[in-house]
């Protein structure tokens, strides 16, 4: 039976996970007569709900406790209203309008990742995140640059200059060991076009760099973009830096976000499980593997409640988890303790018009630059609307830590001089309200992400990768996608999977 088990992927073979999800069905059990059994998912993020869901297909007994007084975990909306207190004490309420928001936590997906089918799956309507624009702006303050830069005017000098060397440097010989000389004429014949070069094979700007006065009728044939700068202010410049962002398996467009805010996922998961499954404002204090089942502990309003199981998925972060008690080996704990929790953080600048869309002709994407905001991300919808929200930085590591250690006010007040300096006063005077978000000072999360040192299939990290006794694990960043979402799925499908395998053997 185990081996018809393993054919059908319900049994933990060397190929399982090589092999699609296969959705658990009450129907797995009508072979063994057996019943499915009873749950406790500790973690209310995308990898308990998604856990909890995928178990209910097959009649299981789920319940989630979720420390928060909301399900979702690090996929967080911010809508007016909504008020949190860091672990530094500062506290907030967004006072953002009426259908505005800010996606605190993830806010775009790739079209490869599952995450997009839970959203088909949900019934969850997506819309495009853009992710790069080429009228948004290229600012690094370091190198001297006293304007910013469209993307598109960045892309056409770097590639410009970069075609025309290496072009002049085919033509004298350079390469005559490396290619044959049709090769050679075929390289340059694609660096003419790709750099945009003229006859003596020299870059001299072009309409890709855009224009001050665009073409229009007959008449007005536009002015292109003075001033083409040397090869040597361009690479002096930096901006070429920012071009292979959008290469990246994870970044390239197109990219989507879910109508209405990120967290349109986590509530309809949790509709889908049932609320009466979930137990919000729930935080575990114990888990105790009893040899037969699996009891945990926790408050929940000051008093001290306890649910009884047959097996639990902990699908906390490992920082969190490693402060729980527990009774699961030292095993678990180190190598809970080996993974170790990322800052990032973002600012919400609610605007009382558009003018990136009026003024600077910007429809959504992201501004760069080299001062520590980051990025300047420009809203994906409500285009053309009375007012928006921009993330006035996105940032990670020491720059994040910097902010959050500043008061909220504080945030706004330096976030607000960056973007000045890119975007002129309109940044300052058109603002109505900003709300600060710093995953590493959450409560209960205390990480925007993890850094698991030779990926989570390292020997050290075995322990999680089995079950414990009765306890097994789940979470992104038991994945090769952290901080991704499709992490914390893939993460709780190989969990259930391996899980109901378990149970149909027993
Ligand atoms: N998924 C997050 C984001 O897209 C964090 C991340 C950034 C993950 C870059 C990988 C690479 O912003």
């Known amino acids: ?62 319940t989630v406790l979720e420390a928060r007084d909301r399900t979702g975990g690090r996929n967080f909306t911010v809508r007016g209203g ?26 775009r997906i790739p079209q490869w990742m599952v995450t997009l089918d839970y959203c088909r799956e949900l019934g969850v309507p997506i819309e495009v995140f853009t992710n790069v624009n080429a009228d948004a702006y290229l600012y690094n303050e370091s190198a001297g640059m006293t304007k910013p830069m469209r993307y598109r005017t960045a892309k056409a000098d770097v590639y410009g200059y970069v075609s025309e060397l290496l072009a002049k440097a085919t033509d004298k010989g350079a390469l005559d060991q490396e290619l044959t000389a049709d ?5 340059v014949e694609f660096l003419k076009d790709w750099g945009e070069l003229g006859d003596t094979l020299a ?3 072009g309409e890709r760099r855009g224009y001050t006065t665009v073409p229009a009728a007959a008449g007005t044939p536009g002015v292109l973009l003075g001033d083409v700068p ?34 349109q996922i986590p509530k309809a998961l949790t509709r889908a499980v049932g609320a009466h499954r979930v137990r919000t404002g729930a935080a575990v ?48 704990q180190s190598a809970l303790e080996a993974i170790t929790p990322s800052s990032a953080a973002k600012i919400g600048l609610e605007y009382r018009s558009r003018w990136w869309e009026l003024d600077h002709r910007i429809y959504g994407g992201i501004t760069e630059t080299d001062q520590d905001i980051t990025h300047i991300w420009h809203p994906s919808y409500g285009f053309h609307g009375e007012r928006g929200i921009l993330i006035g930085y996105y940032n990670y ?23 000045v300096k890119i975007y002129g006063e309109k940044y300052r005077s058109e603002l109505v309200s900003s709300f600060s978000h710093h995953w590493r000072q959450t409560p209960h999360l205390e990480a925007a992400w993890h850094n698991t040192p030779g990926g989570p299939d390292d020997t050290r990290y075995q322990p999680l990768n089995e079950p414990a006794g009765r306890v097994s694990f789940a979470g992104d ?13 893939t993460s709780a499908r190989k969990a259930v999977t391996a899980l109901h395998a378990r149970v149909l053997a027993s």
């Open 1 to 62: 039976m185990f081996a018809t088990m393993g054919a059908l992927g319900l049994a933990p073979t060397a190929q399982a996970a090589e092999q699609p999800f296969r959705a658990l069905s009450t129907s797995d059990f009508t072979l063994t007569g057996r019943g499915a059994a009873k749950v406790v998912i500790v973690g209310g993020g995308i990898a308990g709900l998604t856990a909890a869901y995928e178990l209910g297909k097959a009649g299981y007994d789920c």
């Open 82 to 107: 909504d008020t949190t207190t860091d672990l530094y004490g500062n506290t907030q309420t967004a006072r953002f309008a009426d259908g505005h928001y800010m996606n605190a936590g993830p806010a």
């Open 477 to 489: 960043w038991l994945s090769y996608t952290d901080a991704w979402q499709h992490g914390a799925f």
């Open 183 to 187: 090769d050679q004429e075929r390289l």
């Open 397 to 419: 590591g020491g720059d994040a830590d910097t902010y959050a250690k500043l008061s909220p006010r504080q945030r706004e007040a330096r976030a607000v001089a960056a973007g």
């Open 230 to 263: 040397s090869a040597s202010d361009v690479f002096a410049s930096g901006v070429g830096r920012y071009f292979s962002f959008e290469f990246g398996f994870d970044q390239a467009m197109l990219m989507f976000q879910p109508v209405g805010g990120m967290d």
């Open 203 to 205: 870059y001299e700007g």
């Open 285 to 332: 204090t114990k888990i105790t593997d009893t040899g037969s089942g699996v009891t945990v502990t926790y408050t929940q309003g000051g008093r001290r409640k306890a649910v009884d199981a047959d097996y639990c998925i902990a699908a906390l972060p490992p920082n969190i988890l490693a402060k729980i008690p527990h009774n699961l080996g030292s095993g678990v």
